[in-house]
């Protein structure tokens, strides 16, 4: 005569294989469903469907489960079914990890982003002069800086500040360029002018207040030069990986991201610096990520150990506003660095051994 223990112990692998098949046709119907909604554009996860069912449940529970565990137990089920579909949207990212398990390489006149080599990118906040722009790039050059940043368009919180020279700006970013062997980094704020741009620049950026400018990511997209996309200053690290997709989708998967601050409640620093998510962006996909120090603090005394905070956490490069003399910049004047500050500070990220050319 058999065991009664081994019995009923035989008896409940038994439904433990009738609840994994069950577990996982459910799971089967949940994805297709999931993909349903992708399809329409609407939210995954539906609390009023979740209510009706786990009300359903707890109606027809014959016991000897309590309630209070039968929906507990199938809340779980609920939430492993929706991280599934959260799972399966990720990986049909372009610029996910899961996607493309490499880094992406972005070579731009003879410099490399992302590897193992980390870059400086530098320059003044605005362009606003031939003179001011050729002094900047010799010091870049004689540091041996290989990317200059400047802005042609500059869009402003107030219309009365200065908006930038626009394609005179490019004009002569493209000149001092070439003169000292740059590549050369600058916001474009409208569509039409992306394929413009590619005539006088290396590297397009769209900035934070143009992360979720659509229309400009999709023209992006179709254009066939690097685009570098600064995070917002409100927007989750998904909502700037979306952005991101925006343009992969739409044809270039030459994508450079930078986190640049978030607003907080915090005054001592002009936006807060989230190093959390340049580990995260490495980590979730395949692109380049940078920091641009200047913006994220807007202060001088702090971007020696903010970069070198940037470079430990996983950073591809760092990026950093320099100016032949600040106090009368056009724009930002209170955190750009001078050319003697700039040789210092480059000169404490290299003593460092954090970064690698």
């Known amino acids: 005569m058999s065991d009664p223990l081994e019995q009923l112990r035989q008896q409940l692998d038994g439904i433990n294989d009738q609840l994994l098949t069950l577990l996982n046709e459910r799971a089967v119907i949940a994805r297709q469903i999931g993909e349903i909604k992708e399809k329409q554009g609407v939210p995954k996860f539906d609390p009023v469907r979740e209510r ?10 014959p016991g000897p489960f309590k309630d209070a565990a039968v929906k507990h137990i199938f809340k779980e089920i609920f939430k492993a079914s929706l991280n599934l579909q959260e799972e399966d949207h990720t990986k049909q990212l372009i610029v996910s990890r899961k996607n493309q398990p490499e880094d992406t390489l972005i070579q731009v006149k003879g410099t490399t982003i992302g590897g193992a080599a980390q870059v400086m990118i530098a320059g003044p906040c ?12 010799a010091a870049l050059k004689q540091s041996g800086v290989t ?3 400047g802005g042609a368009f500059k869009p402003r919180t107030s219309p009365y500040d200065f908006q930038g020279l626009g394609i005179d700006g490019l004009k002569m970013l493209k000149e001092v360029g070439d003169e000292f062997g740059l590549a050369t980094i600058s916001e474009i704020v409208h569509p039409d002018h992306i394929e413009l741009a590619g005539q006088y620049i290396d590297i397009i950026q769209i900035g934070a207040r143009n992360m979720q400018n659509f229309e400009l990511l999709k023209a992006a997209g179709q254009a066939q030069i690097p685009v570098l996309l600064k995070r917002g200053i409100a927007a989750t690290l998904e909502e700037f990986v979306h952005a991101a997709e925006y343009i992969a989708v739409n044809g270039n998967d030459r994508i450079l991201l930078i986190e640049r601050g978030i607003r907080t409640y915090e005054k001592w620093t002009r936006n807060t610096l989230d190093i959390s998510a340049v580990p995260l962006l490495k980590q979730e996909t395949h692109l380049p990520v940078l920091v641009d120090i200047s913006h994220s603090t807007g202060r001088k005394d702090i971007l020696l ?9 996983g950073a591809d490069g760092i990026m950093v506003e320099v100016h032949p003399d600040p106090q009368t910049a056009l724009s930002d004047a209170a955190q750009q660095l001078d050319i003697p500050q700039f040789e210092q500070l480059w000169a404490g990220i290299q003593q460092s051994g954090l970064i690698h050319k």
């Open 52 to 61: 009706a069912m786990l009300e359903d449940l707890t109606h027809r529970n």
């Open 147 to 149: 990317i200059m940043r």
């Open 305 to 313: 150990p903010c970069a070198k905070a940037a470079l430990a956490a």
């Open 126 to 137: 605005s362009v606003e002069s031939y003179e001011q722009l050729r002094t900047v790039a």
